[in-house]
């Protein structure tokens, strides 16, 4: 927060120390500029600031000074000729156009007219979006600088209609076109033209086993760039991809620190299976959380039916593909660091009753039904909201006694019920022991390089994050590291490593708790509430299900751990300018430990513990041949095929344990009596065959075909092979 007042104030300083300067120059120079004639033959039609200023340049001299957010201002249409003074020449181009001008010394500055009102109020904005042509685009994203909430895409005549600021900037995206960036400056109405992108389309994608030009692709794949989610502050690389990806949704049921969201491609297509899409890091099929996102050089998702059918089964909700930094030939050794800060606060807070607006309400409502015996019993008894607490109960509500001063810490109102008398009571707020303001930091080191020979690439990061809600700090350690070599002229050979270490706390789920019973009921019990009994101990809640957050930190523990490490070698051998054969063999391992333990308390004393280990583990072996030729004149063929052979295991060991004597040695093998235990091994091999074939005449017209077969040991003999194919053309 300091850095970025010192980087205003100095801006600030800059634009005062500008404006003088403009101002004393301009007050010698300004009116023999706008006195001089100039010949001038402008004639544009959709114009833009940038265009005409660059036609009055070329033909005048006559410099322009304006934001870069004004360069693709759309203006009227635009005609000027003849010998004219300049001031005429001005007031022909920019009247009417919402834009301003004055003239500093030998330069014209340009600045949008945009009212105080207009700032600040709300205007609904509406517009055709078109290309060079003048043809109507449909499904171009529009959305509103700053704000990925606020967003629309233009209907099957290009038209669109959103509600920003007045002083708002829009953004118009759409693939295969240049972004554009226009401010509203108050307008209700903005048509925009959109230039066709040569870098776009020219981009390399990641498809399965390979990759191939955008200007050539026939199916729906799109790429995020890892210097989008580069420096981050996310916990995740599904967080930091939040709003970046059309057609994928991503979303957390849970927000606690280091939980993965949830990816949804092309909608669901299970009601009681998982409808996530499968990722595969460099090759290998695996989970993304444990990234970091500074390592990622791309990511591109396969999400229709062309393009991640060479996945066969594995691919029904989409593919993911990560790839992963690697060094470069062009760059000698650079090292990076990047550090981040940052303190995070609860978004949202409940409008709940304090502890005197409980008592208050609580009281009166209780004494107008004076036939209601448990009420009348909640009035004068030891409750929430009754009289009768002494400094043992849970409850803190009491009459203040004669001669009495209100305890330090305490608070006091005049009892409804009886108002000769006073009550005093603690006021607790439950809310904001659950959720309180945390810190996040992170680190990250990486190293880049490389020669004619080899290229290396390494890093190492470590994330903390305090976490908001109560027991859910959490921290994250990676390790990353790819070289490639140069074995001979034809052949390239490539390794690969990846750790990770991620371990923190959680609210649990399932065991000893839940989130109702745990954070749902407790931050709702009443302010009036005692968090410390007279011995110092905290205490307990209405019920074992009903819990203050002193009691939870005090009494139970949900902790867990999990490393994951990969490992790959591959092999890249030319064998002749058109034919290339690729191989690669995987090692993946990803083993979680979760505890959960509940100390003996007031309630409870069997002190439950639970452990449970959960490894997955694969090994990959991949080999395919591609094949590129150019043949009479502008007709281009490419084939790939391959095969691949990939082992899982999933074993998954779970004991519970009750009866320890003392907390002091909180292991399971301290309970006396084992009340679950499970042991589960559950294997699966599969291999496949699949192949790519692709055609293309001057790349404008298009042909896919993909096919693959897929054999699965969950399946009996005589019914393991499946055949997924898939075509495409455009």
Known sequence: ?????????????VALLLCCTA????????ESLLMQDKTVNISYQRATVSTVTAAITRQTGIVFSYESSLASFPMKDVKVKGDLPVDEILAKVFAGSGISYSVVGKAVVLTADVSSSQKSSHITVSGTVKDDKGNPLPGVGVLENGNLRNGVITNVLGQYSIRVKGNAVLEFSSIGFEKNEIPVNGRASIDVVMKESNTLLDEVVVIGYGSQSRRTLTSAVSRVSGESIEGTSATSVGDALKGKISGVRISSSNNSPGEAPVFLVRGGSSINQSNAPIVLVDGVQRAMDNLNPNDIESIEVLKDAASAGIYGANASNGVIL???????????????????????SPATRYDLMNGGDYLTFMRTALNECPGYAYGQSVLWGANSAGVGNSDNSIWTPRYLKDGESVPSGWKSIVDPVDESKTIIYQDNDQQSSWFRDSYYENYYVGVNGGNDKVTYAASTGYTKDGGIGINTDYSHITFHGNTTFKVTKNITAGTSFDYSQQSGNTIPSGGIGNYWTVLGRGMFMPNTHRDYLSDGTPAQGTNKTVMSSEWFKTYYTSNYMTKVSTANFNLNWKITPDLIWYSQVAFYDNCRRGNQYLAGNAISTLRKNTEKWTDNASQNFQTYLK??????????????????????????????????VSDKVPTTSA???VTSYGDTQTPLCQISYFGRLNYDYAKKYLLTFTMRADA?????????WGFFPAASAG
């Not at 101002?23 to 300004?30: E, L, M, P, V």
């Not at 990560?322 to 995070?344: A, D, H, V």
């Not at 699965?712 to 393991?720: D, E, I, W």
């Open 1 to 13: 927060m300091k850095k970025s007042s010192q980087c205003l104030r100095v801006a600030f300083s």
């Open 23 to 30: 101002f004393t120059i301009g007050a010698y120079g300004s």
């Open 322 to 344: 990560i790839t992963t930094k690697k060094g470069s030939r062009s760059k000698g050794p650079q090292i990076s660091f990047n550090l981040q800060g940052g303190w995070e």
């Open 627 to 660: 094949y590129n030729k150019d043949f009479l004149g502008q007709n281009h063929f490419d084939a790939m095929a391959g095969y691949e052979y990939r082992y899982h295991s999933k074993n998954v060991i779970k004991l519970t344990t009750e009866g320890a």
């Open 671 to 673: 309970g006396t009596t």
């Open 712 to 720: 699965s040991s969950l399946f009996a003999a005589g019914h393991r």
